[in-house]
């Protein structure tokens, strides 16, 4: 749909290291963010991803390395004087301005006309339906409507790279979710480069052309939401996005489509990842709980006998909790599709299916 | 309004009030009234008349008190505008620039003078003032009333500053702003009713003081409280109240200005 242009760099990020007096919070961070990419930072609150972002507006100087914008380092650049805008996580819309005084605040400090001014604001509040709220102040709109005015805001000017700062955080689920389209429709339609922040997995994955999981100021992995859901490089990064069953496991036999591997308890399961350690060596298996199929009769050769401990009904799908015979906890979670879930009662005996593409050896065993 | 704690609700409560208000304000109410009283005793009533109000505009002592007039507000104009440029710049300085040892120290060295004795303040002035050789005159009472007039400037306008989230600043940097720029249509308009509300203060502070002022003044040059000061000491006319009652009503109306304008924007201005 769109093209990507994956050989320019719109921002490079090299060895950069930030720390606050003895506290780092950025270790290493080595990165790059291609022109017209939807690009997030995920992670906990405390992960370093806001400060990443404000390093790269200028709101703090790297402690070390390099922050560089289409191959120029920005080091002593102030924040003015950079091509980068800011949506901030509540707004900060200017309460003694209009919105249209708001809109056109960037335009006007880069010394355009009145009337070139003007146009742009125009443009932009038509952009985001805002054209009759031009004249009232950010205190009379509505949260979504504040969010779509700090939004022109920060792309009147026309910015090379658009930071947004958790900028759905204080938005209602419904409203939340209908931005989401819209930001990315806006980020299609600019062709402006996004670096969005959240700790919210499913803001990342629904936008996002590529993910990077940070944790505790390390970049854990980089790469589309896909791949960061089903092929996690490591512990951090599978348990931060979705739920999982992480389970210790040792090679039991290997053969050219993959390997059998022997769990915790024993049992064994087929497994046709890419297994790159050697016959009787452990490791970690992740198995996602949505690729469970729990069922109350045996129709299946990899199938792990187990008791159902509990099934939690949650709307659209059901959470199981299972105990396998050698004392194994697994959770899986079905669509409720049918009346499946309420045949099985807690208690009894059930088996789980697990597809042997299902199973993911970590290759990073920490 | 919860019924345990309802203040109203202790036995004693509206007595209290009652004498604690009469104690603040019967002097003040008696001397409002008996400024409309016709006679030119001070106690005994006679009817309601406004001459002591013409007395004060153009009686015998008019000439003395419209000089003393003109110096007490031309030094509170000057001296508030001054006071309230330099606690702007102190604010911003303090609570917007680099964290710096000794943040808390010059706020406290700041808000001193209302804390410090006026009379202590008054005879240090004094001591100063003739140390350097400064002439007695219109120019010490200024520079004396600049220089405690900062800490009553400061405060609402540091009080409203503290309230502006930073992120306003790095959002109007973000959109290109220079510094010039930022503090033009972002720090001061959001700043301005705590600006004004300082102003008002510093003004009505200067135009009200006597111990500093009297203490600096030297000879010959009067402001209205020492020059109400002075005819009170040849007896208490009732012109006196009547002058008195205006500068009361001055005050109420600059004060009411500045509590009104730093409440302004702190409700409902953001959201």
Redesign the interface.
């Known amino acids: 749909m769109m093209s990507q242009d994956q050989t320019t760099v719109a921002v490079e990020l090299r060895h950069v290291v930030k720390k606050f007096g003895s506290f780092t919070a950025i270790r290493d961070a080595h990165l790059s963010i291609y022109d017209n990419e939807f690009f997030t930072l995920l992670g906990p609150s405390g992960c370093g991803k806001t400060t990443l972002l404000r390093l790269i507006?200028?709101?703090e100087e790297v402690t070390q390395g390099q922050v560089r914008l289409f191959g120029k380092d920005l080091q002593d650049l102030?924040?003015?004087?950079r091509p980068?805008?800011?949506v901030?996580q509540?707004y900060?819309l200017?309460?003694?301005m209009t919105i249209a005084e708001n809109v056109g605040?960037?335009v006007r400090?880069?010394g355009a006309s009145q009337g070139e001014m003007q146009k742009t604001v125009e443009r932009m509040l038509e952009l985001v339906r805002l054209t009759d709220h031009a004249h009232k102040r950010?205190?009379q709109l509505s949260g979504g409507q504040q969010q779509r005015a700090a939004l022109v805001?920060?792309i009147a000017?026309s910015p090379r790279v658009l930071l947004l700062d958790e900028p759905l955080s204080a938005l209602d689920l419904k409203l939340r979710q209908a931005m989401r389209i819209e930001l990315k429709q806006l980020q299609q339609e600019t062709g402006i480069t996004f670096i969005f922040v959240t700790h919210d997995q499913e803001e990342a994955l629904s936008m996002s052309d590529r993910i990077a999981v940070m944790s505790d100021g390390v970049i854990q992995q980089v790469g589309p939401g896909r791949e960061i859901y089903e092929h996690p490089r490591n512990r951090t990064v599978a348990n931060f996005i979705g739920e999982t069953n992480l389970l210790g496991a040792i090679v039991h036999e290997k053969s050219g489509s993959g390997a059998t591997l022997t769990l915790e308890d024993g049992s064994r399961v087929m497994c046709t990842d890419n297994v790159p350690v050697g016959v009787g060596e452990s490791g970690q298996v992740l198995i996602r709980p949505e690729k469970i199929v729990v069922s109350a009769t045996e129709s299946s050769s990899f199938g792990l006998h187990c008791k159902l401990a509990s099934a939690v009904y949650l709307g659209t799908d059901t959470q199981y909790v299972l105990r396998t015979d050698g004392g194994l906890t697994l959770t899986a979670r079905m669509q409720n599709v049918d009346d499946t879930a309420m045949q099985m009662s807690t208690g009894s005996s059930v088996v789980a299916m697990i597809e042997p593409a299902a199973i993911r050896w970590l290759a990073d065993g920490d | 309004m919860s019924k345990v704690a309802y203040v109203k609700r202790y036995t004693g409560f509206l007595t209290m009030t009652m004498v604690c208000l009469t104690i603040l304000y019967a002097p003040l109410i008696i001397v409002a009234i008996y400024s409309f009283n016709s006679s030119p005793s001070i106690i005994v009533w006679e009817g309601l008349s406004l001459h002591w109000y013409w007395d004060v505009f153009f009686g015998i002592e008019s000439g003395k008190f419209k000089t003393a007039a003109w110096n007490s507000l031309s030094i509170a104009v000057m001296a508030s505008l001054t006071s309230t440029t330099i606690a702007t710049a102190a604010a911003i300085g303090i609570l917007r620039g680099r964290a710096f040892r000794g943040r808390n120290l010059s706020f406290m060295l700041i808000s001193m003078p209302i804390m410090v004795p006026e009379i202590v303040t008054a005879v240090a002035t004094l001591i100063f003032f003739s140390a350097i050789g400064f002439v007695l005159g219109y120019s010490s009472i200024l520079v004396a009333h600049i220089v405690f007039c900062i800490p009553f400037a400061y405060l609402p306008i540091a009080a409203r500053l503290r309230g502006i989230?930073p992120?306003?600043e790095?959002?109007?940097?973000?959109?290109?702003?220079?510094r010039g720029?930022l503090f033009r249509?972002?720090i001061f308009?959001?700043l301005l009713p705590g600006i004004l509300a300082g102003l008002l203060l510093a003004f009505i502070v200067s135009l009200d003081d006597f111990i500093i002022t009297n203490f600096v003044k030297g000879a010959g040059i009067e402001t209205l409280p020492t020059a109400i000061f002075g005819a009170v000491k040849q007896g208490i006319k009732p012109n006196i109240m009547a002058l008195s009652t205006i500068m009361l009503l001055v005050s109420i109306v600059c004060v009411t200005l500045s509590y009104l304008l730093s409440r302004v924007?702190s409700h409902?201005?953001?959201?």
């Open positions: 507006a200028g709101f102030p924040p003015n004087r980068v805008n800011t901030f509540n900060a200017f309460p003694h605040f960037g400090m880069k950010p205190s805001r920060a000017p | 989230e992120v306003f790095e959002a109007a940097l973000d959109l290109y702003a220079s720029q249509h972002v308009p959001m924007g409902g201005g953001r959201e």
